[in-house]
């Protein structure tokens, strides 16, 4: 029913930059808030970023002020640009819209 799209990921050198995009489908997108996770191996899923049906957003201690989400409510779509990134950022990231809907990720690799 619900289907999410992630695409954008790649490898970047550290201090690199990369934009992730996720298209939605089978919700109405205008009142959803959204959402970014990521996931590396061995580790668990954890939060990165939210932005809400109104636009308000909020950010995981660790990427603030180099990670910003943002959404097009005409084009149904959720999006993460990434800026000065680190090896630690390398993961794959995920979107959400809430209630255990996934997409099925898309690769961050950053390495020299």
């Known amino acids: 029913q619900v289907q999410l799209v992630e695409s954008g990921g790649g490898l970047v050198q550290p201090g690199g930059s990369l934009r992730l995009s996720c298209a939605a489908s089978g919700i109405i997108f205008g009142i959803r808030a959204m959402g970014w996770y990521r996931q590396a191996p061995g580790n668990q899923r954890e939060w990165v970023a939210t932005i809400a049906s109104s636009g308000s957003t909020n950010y995981a201690n660790s990427v603030k002020g180099r990670f910003s989400i943002s959404r097009d409510n005409a084009k149904n779509a959720v999006y993460l640009q990434m800026n000065s990134l680190r090896p630690e950022d390398t993961a794959v990231y995920y979107c959400?819209?809430?209630?255990?809907?996934w997409g099925q990720g898309t690769q961050v690799t950053v390495s020299s």
């Open positions: 959400t819209a809430g209630a255990g809907s």
